[in-house]
């Protein structure tokens, strides 16, 4: 995963995307062609001050996912991860207790991307948000609950060879 994370790394050097999405307008959009079932991705988490806080490489899948939340969610295999906080290296994997077993859910609407880190988990979300090009993906990363939530951080995704 280390050689994945390079280019984003490097794009991260040029900042990451602190507006609000305007859910609205990007998913009024096309979905970029990349951004399609069966394709791996790298994701680098940040904090506020931009910290790098690791790295979730994901294979989108075409399962359903069962989430607290309607739609049409989409699992996502996790490949690796090496983040931390939120404790991604624990809740993915073979069942531990009552974190383990934990999985990524996604919903793509034209360039609007949204993914649950730890679903099935209900009113405790660790979310990404965020807005979908071709080369990848920028957004946000926060908590999400019945009380509201907060913002902790941003991504930048990449598309990564599997």
Known sequence: MRAALLPVLV???GGCSSQKLDFSRLS?????????SGTQWTFVVTGLKREVRGGLTVVLLDEPAKTCSSGNWKRARVVSTTVQDP???????EPHGIVGGLYPAYEIHGRYLHVLL????CDNDWTLRGELTEQGATGRVAT???????????FMAV????
């Open 11 to 13: 794009l991260l050097a």
């Open 28 to 36: 009024a959009e096309t979905t970029p062609v990349p951004w399609q």
């Open 87 to 93: 404790p991604l290296t624990t809740w993915y994997g």
């Open 118 to 121: 730890n679903a099935p988990i």
């Open 144 to 154: 999400e609950g019945m009380l509201g939530g907060e913002h902790v951080g941003y």
């Open 159 to 162: 598309r990564s060879e599997s």
